[in-house]
Structures are given as C-alpha cells and as structure tokens.
T-cell receptor, first 116, second 116 residues
C-alpha cells in the first residue's frame, strides 16, 4: 500500500526558533499534499493544500508567513513553523494524494511539536 | 453550520458486539464523498471506508460497513464483532466534490472503547 512518512515524529523546541517538518510519499508520486493540525482531543483542521511546483493554498485564518510550505518535488513537501510559540504546539499531520488518479488521501504518521 | 457532525464524544461496546458510530453531514453539493478514519493513540490516521454520493449500495470493508441514508444526510459507521484493537478515535469526514484534490472536512470524532 501507499506509504507516507513524516520526519521528525516529535520535536521539542524553544520559543522563537523555526522548525521544519518533512512529509514524503515513499512509493508513489504526489502532486497534491495536505497539511493538517490537530489539537489534543480535537479534530483535524486543514491548514493548507500544497501542490508540486506552485504556491500552497492556505485555509482562512492560517498565517502563510508563519507556516511556510514548500512542495519542491513529487515526493516531498515541507512545513516550516517560523518563530514558533507555545500556542503552535500541536500534532501536525500531512496527507498525500497519488498522482495516478486515486481519490484516496494517504496520511503520514504525524509530528508532535512542543514549543517551550 | 458544521459540515460534519458526530454527536457521540465517546462510546463503549462489549467485545464481539456490533457498534454504530453516528455521523451526519451538511452540503448542497450533489457530488461528495464520505470517509471514516480510525486514529489509535499512536496518532496515525487509518482509512477505513469510503462512500460516494452517487453510490447506490452501502459501502462495506470487512467488519466495517457504512449505513448511508442520503435523504437524512447520515453516514453511520457500523463495526461488527468488535475487537479490543478497535479502541480508538473514529472520525467521519466529507469531501465536497469527487475530485481527490478537493479538501476534506473532518468531524469532531468519537472515542470508542471496547470492553473485554
């Protein structure tokens, strides 16, 4: 089956630093990847849709200058949380849509970010 | 208005019994897809089942079946013969439109606990 990896799986950083999270489709090409965040005991909220070779589309209320998304290749999208603050602490999950035409989103295992 | 509503924050079920997790949705788009995902405590999102708005028959995948009542806009998940490993959060989700790149909206989830 299609596999999506995320790195790191967890990260602790100091307030004010930037953190980069990678999302990779391991055995398929993904022209579209999605980034979600999930607060404890809450649902997944879509942050942005990332398309290979073009700018990401951000959902309303998501600061694009704070959450930088780069989708430089068909197998890799990165989310950089710039100048992280404690309120950015969350579980970040990516999903990838196969370029072959399947309608299914394949989810990564998630990255737990804790900002001190 | 909420697009996806899951009214059961938590459910208990006896092992080997069947359980129904409720989901109602709201959309004016005639083309949409409904999903159920399982999220164990480890955090990864596991795809369970999909129902398209034009599908005539209810979707089934092993022990999972989706009770699709289009007129009532409900898409309940039925898990038969519950197992201890079924204990997890369950999310109902909807994609308005049938194209894979279109965004998916998640409900608030139901925490299912299977009792031995």
């Amino acid at each position: 089956g299609a596999v999506v990896s995320q790195h790191p799986s967890w990260v602790i950083c100091k307030s004010g630093t930037s953190v980069k999270i990678e999302c990779r489709s391991l055995d398929f090409q993904a022209t579209t990847m999605f980034w979600y965040r999930q607060f404890p005991k809450q649902s997944l909220m879509l942050m942005a849709t990332s398309n290979e070779g073009s700018k990401a589309t951000y959902e309303q209320g998501v600061e694009k200058d704070k959450f930088l998304i780069n989708h430089a290749s068909l197998t890799l999208s990165t989310l950089t949380v710039t100048s992280a603050h404690p309120e950015d602490s969350s579980f970040y999950i990516c999903s990838a849509l196969a370029s072959s035409g399947s309608d299914e989103q394949f989810f990564g295992p998630g990255t737990r970010l804790t900002v001190l | 208005a909420q697009k996806i509503t899951q009214t059961q924050p938590g459910m208990f079920v006896q092992e080997k019994e069947a359980v129904t997790l409720d989901c109602t949705y709201d959309t004016s788009d005639p083309s949409y897809g409904l999903f159920w995902y399982k999220q164990p405590s480890s955090g990864e999102m596991i795809f369970l089942i999909y129902q398209g708005s034009y599908d005539q028959q209810n979707a089934t995948e092993g022990r999972y079946s989706l009770n699709f009542q289009k007129a009532r806009k409900s898409a309940n998940l039925v898990i038969s013969a519950s197992q201890l490993g079924d204990s997890a959060m369950y999310f109902c989700a909807m994609r308005e439109g049938l194209e894979g790149y279109q965004k998916v909206t998640f409900g608030t989830g139901t925490k299912l606990q299977v009792i031995p």
